[in-house]
C-alpha cells in the first residue's frame, strides 16, 4: 500500500490543481475495498477513504479507470476527491430505501423554497461547513440513479449530484458530469470558489449557486435543454437572506442540446419545444434569480456563447436587490424566445413584510443574438424584455454596441395588445406570450441609455422596433433598426425626458413629457 501511494503522489503531481494539495498523501479508493465494476456499491470504502485522509489532516482521495457505484459520500475538510482520466463515479440507484442519506429538517422550505433548494444532503456527493475542498481530474460524475425531480416520499432517494453547505474554499476543475438529477451543483452559502474547465450535460439545472460570494467560473461547457443551465440565486435556504456577490463568469459556453449530448459530441436536436415552464421547453439559459431574497450585486459575465438557448435572464421577485451587473462579449444562435430579459416584479415569496426590491446599474455591451424567437409557441416575444412593475422602475440601464436578428413575423394586431403587469407571478418571458415591439421592450424605467443598436428581422414585422411605456429619462443614439413600410420605430406611452439622435428612419428629437407618440 506504501508503494501504491508514493507511486500516486507522484503521478498527481502535474494533474492537482495547487502545490498545496500535490504535497498531500494519496488515499487510492480500491486500498479500502473499492470495487469499479459497475456492481459493487462502494459507499462505505469511498468514504472510509475519506475518513483516514481527515484523520491524518487531509489529503486526496484517488479514484483510478473503473465504474464506481455509491450512495452518498461525505467530503471532509482538506480533501480532494481526485477522479482520473477513466473514472466513473456512478449515482446508483436506492433500493428498498437503503440509498442516499435522508434530507434534513429545514423549516424553511414549505414556506418560501422549493424542495431543491432546501436540501443538501440526499446528494451523491455532500459537504457542510467545510474549507479547503476540491473535485479535479478528468474523470466523470454520473447521476444514473438520481431523480430529476424531487421524490422525498422515496426513502433513500437521491436529487443531486454535488451538494455543498456553508462551505470555503472550494474548487472543482476538469471534471464532467453526466445527468446531475435536479442540480449537477447546488452550492449555498459557500465563499471563494473556483469552478473550471467542467464539462456538464444536466438533466434540469447544471450549476446553482446560491447565496454565495466570491465565485469564478471560467470556461466550463454547460448543457442544459430543459432549465436553467448556470443559474445565480439568491434564496432562502439557509434561514435568512445572504446577498450573491462578486461573481466572475468568463469564457462559457451555455447550450440547450438534446440530454447527454454534449458529453457523447453528438450535439443532437431532436427534443421539440413544448409549453415552457413545464420541463417541456429548451431552456439551456444563464439566470440571476428567480429566488432572490438576498438579491445580487457586483456580477461580471463576459465572453459567453450561447446556442440554441433562452439567453439570459435578470430578475429579483422577492424583494432583493440586483446591482451592479455587467454582460460583455456574449454571443448567441438560434434563441427559442427573448435573448435578455430584466424583470423587477413582487412575487415576494419570503417572510411576512418582505419590501418589494430594486433593480439599477446594469450594462450590456458587445451583444450579438442572431436567429431569434419563432420555435416556440410564443414566437412575437422580440428581441428585449425590460419590465419593472408600477412604482418600482427599473433604474440606469445601459445597452451599447448590441445586434439582435430576429424570426419576427407579426402583424399590425400585436402593437395593439395590452401587456398585462403580472405584478405577483413567476418572471419568465412566455407568460407574456407576445409583445407590441419586434426589437425591445421597456416599461417602468428609468435612466434609460440605447447606444449602436442593430436590429433586424428575417420576416416582414409590422410592429415597431422600440415601445417605451412609463420610461423615463431615455436616450437613442446611433440605432440602425428595420422597419415596416407602415411601421413607426418608436410607441411612446408616458414618456419623459426622451431623446433620439441618428436613428434610422427618425428625425433627431428631444422630447421633454409625452403622454403617447409615434416617431
Known amino acids: 500500500m506504501i508503494n501504491r501511494k508514493i507511486a500516486l503522489t507522484f503521478l498527481l503531481l502535474g494533474s492537482l490543481i495547487a502545490g498545496s494539495f500535490a504535497q498531500q498523501t494519496v488515499y487510492n479508493v480500491l486500498d479500502y475495498g473499492a470495487r469499479g465494476d459497475d456492481k459493487t456499491n462502494n459507499t462505505r470504502a469511498i468514504n472510509a477513504a475519506i475518513e483516514a485522509a481527515a484523520k491524518n489532516g487531509g489529503g486526496t482521495v484517488y479514484f483510478p479507470a473503473g465504474s464506481f457505484l455509491s450512495y452518498t459520500i461525505h467530503l471532509r475538510s482538506n480533501i480532494t476527491l481526485h477522479l482520473d482520466q477513466g473514472a466513473v463515479l456512478i449515482g446508483d440507484k436506492e433500493v428498498n430505501g437503503v440509498g442516499y442519506d435522508l434530507p434534513e429538517d429545514n423549516a424553511w422550505y414549505k414556506k418560501f423554497q422549493d424542495f431543491g ?39 433513500g432517494s437521491g436529487n443531486k449530484a454535488i451538494s455543498l453547505k456553508n462551505c470555503h474554499n472550494v474548487t472543482i476543475q476538469d471534471i464532467s458530469i453526466l445527468h446531475g438529477g435536479h442540480f449537477c451543483l447546488l452550492a449555498t452559502g459557500v465563499d471563494n470558489m473556483i ?146 430579459f430584466i424583470r423587477l416584479n413582487a412575487r415576494l415569496r419570503g417572510p411576512e413584510g418582505t419590501p418589494v426590491g430594486v433593480c439599477r446599474r446594469i450594462t450590456i455591451t458587445h451583444f450579438n443574438a442572431y436567429d431569434v424567437g419563432g420555435r416556440t409557441k410564443f414566437p412575437e416575444l422580440g428581441a428585449a424584455m425590460v419590465m419593472g412593475i408600477p412604482g418600482h422602475s427599473i433604474e440606469d440601464l445601459t445597452l451599447n454596441n448590441i445586434r439582435i436578428v430576429c424570426r419576427a413575423g407579426a402583424t399590425k394586431k400585436a402593437i395593439d395588445r395590452e401587456v398585462p403587469e403580472h405584478v405577483d407571478m413567476y418572471p419568465d418571458p412566455y407568460r407574456w406570450s407576445s409583445m407590441p415591439s419586434y426589437g425591445m421592450y421597456f416599461r417602468h424605467v428609468k435612466g434609460l441609455k440605447v447606444n449602436e443598436v442593430v436590429l433586424r428581422y428575417m420576416n416582414r414585422d409590422e410592429r415597431p422596433a422600440f415601445v417605451l411605456e412609463d420610461v423615463h429619462d431615455a436616450e437613442f443614439n446611433h440605432i440602425d433598426a428595420q422597419q415596416g413600410d407602415q411601421a413607426p420605430q418608436f410607441i411612446l406611452k408616458n414618456v419623459s425626458g426622451f431623446s433620439a439622435f441618428r436613428v434610422r428612419g427618425v428625425k433627431d428629437v428631444t422630447l421633454s413629457k409625452v403622454k403617447e407618440k409615434k416617431l
Open 195 to 340: 469552478i473550471d474547465n467542467v464539462r456538464a450535460d444536466a438533466d434540469r439545472d447544471a450549476f446553482d449557486i446560491d447565496c454565495c460570494k466570491n465565485v469564478t467560473i471560467s470556461n466550463c461547457f454547460i448543457n442544459s435543454p430543459t432549465d436553467d443551465g448556470l443559474c445565480l440565486k439568491s434564496s432562502f435556504g439557509l434561514g435568512y437572506a445572504r446577498v450573491t456577490e462578486n461573481i466572475t463568469i468568463t469564457n462559457c459556453q451555455i447550450y440547450g442540446y438534446d440530454h447527454g449530448t454534449l458529453l457523447d459530441g453528438t450535439f443532437k436536436t431532436e427534443f421539440k419545444d413544448e409549453q415552457p415552464g413545464a420541463g417541456h421547453c429548451i431552456t439551456g439559459r444563464l439566470k440571476l434569480g428567480t429566488e432572490s431574497n438576498g438579491g445580487f450585486r457586483n456580477i461580471a459575465i463576459s465572453n459567453c456563447v450561447f446556442e440554441r438557448s433562452r439567453g439570459i435572464c435578470i430578475e429579483t421577485a422577492d424583494g432583493g436587490a440586483i446591482e451592479d451587473i455587467t454582460l460583455s462579449n456574449i454571443t448567441m444562435r438560434d434563441v427559442p424566445d427573448t435573448p435578455f
Open 117 to 155: 433548494h432546501s436540501y443538501w444532503k440526499n446528494s451523491l456527493i455532500y459537504g457542510d461547513s467545510l474549507h479547503n475542498i476540491a473535485i479535479t481530474g478528468h474523470g466523470m460524475i454520473w447521476g444514473r440513479g438520481l431523480y430529476t425531480y424531487d421524490k422525498p416520499e422515496i426513502k
